[in-house]
């Protein structure tokens, strides 16, 4: 008997009504001994019925939980597939944009990598990436993300390199303002690390420099090719100290917390100090 049929309750109310009215009818119209044959044949029939009725319960309930057992492991293989496919995607994204750095300058040999370690002592957010001497990366190589340079490799094994950021004081980066084009070297600070800012200092008294404006690196120095953006200019104040200017600059990038990153190993003009 098919297991929806028996599962219909409608069907089981009319079953029992009609049984009723069965027996009502005959012993309006029979006498005791086949009033008792087809009581006991009803009885023996519904017996039946209500046995197959109890059997393909418990094995619907059993393959109710099979069943949930087999969505819910689907579900969490979906679950899995879905993280596999955002982590894919985002990394597309970023190779994408490495990509497009490149197209835009042939001369750029970019190695992407991954932070694998975090130097939870240093207060300026230094990092290490799964890459190294093996990938062509050197000390002093200019470090960034599809935002723009975020710092500098400072030491190098085989297969890792240690980054400092361009929060960190240890930067010097010629930069200069690129709507104004007022120089200047970017360098970070204790008291801005902690918010992700950094600062151009060195800048001339009389400056152009407005809130809003692009810093960019000015390829002056050797260590870092021209034009990689390093954020925007946040404000302008004086050292306390001897009254000079200096613009505070916030990252297009937050460095604080930065997954992955890209070595530019070589480039047009590294190791050449320029003079403008």
């Known amino acids: 008997m098919n297991n929806k049929f028996l599962h219909n309750k409608n069907l089981k109310a009319l079953i ?3 049984v ?6 005959v012993f309006s119209l029979a006498d005791n001994s086949v009033i008792s044959s087809v009581i006991n044949g009803l009885t023996k029939g519904l017996s039946q019925v209500s046995a197959a009725v109890s059997s393909n319960d418990t094995a619907s309930i059993s393959d109710i939980k099979d069943e949930n057992a087999r969505l819910k492991q689907e ?13 894919v995607k985002a990394e597309n994204k970023r190779l994408q944009k490495y990509y497009n750095l490149k197209k835009e300058n042939p001369s750029y040999t970019i190695c992407p990598g991954t932070v694998i370690r975090r130097d939870t002592n240093d207060d300026f957010y230094s990092f290490t990436l799964d890459i190294g001497a093996v990938n062509s990366v050197k000390v002093n190589d200019p470090v960034i993300t599809e935002n723009g340079l975020i ?9 890792t390199c240690k980054v400092k950021t361009i929060l960190s004081p240890d930067t010097k980066a010629a930069a200069l303002d690129k709507q104004s084009e007022d120089s200047g070297i970017v360098s ?6 902690d918010n992700n800012l950094t600062q ?10 407005k809130q809003g404006d692009i810093i960019v690196t000015s390829g002056t120095g050797g260590l870092y090719p ?13 050292n306390s100290y001897d009254t000079t200017r200096y ?7 937050d460095i604080r917390t930065v997954s992955a990153a890209a070595v530019i190993t070589n480039f047009d003009g590294k190791g050449e100090v320029k003079t403008k």
């Open 16 to 18: 029992i009504t009609l």
């Open 20 to 25: 009723i009215l069965v027996v009502m009818g």
């Open 75 to 87: 579900n969490a293989e979906l679950r899995e597939q879905l993280v596999d496919y955002y982590d």
């Open 151 to 159: 710092g500098w490799i400072s030491s190098v094994d085989a297969v």
């Open 188 to 193: 970070g600070s204790a008291s801005l690390s």
């Open 200 to 209: 151009l200092t060195k800048i001339a008294e009389n400056n152009k420099i």
């Open 226 to 238: 021209e034009n990689l953006i390093i954020g925007k200019v946040k404000e302008l104040r004086f």
């Open 247 to 253: 613009a505070i600059v916030q990252p297009y990038e």
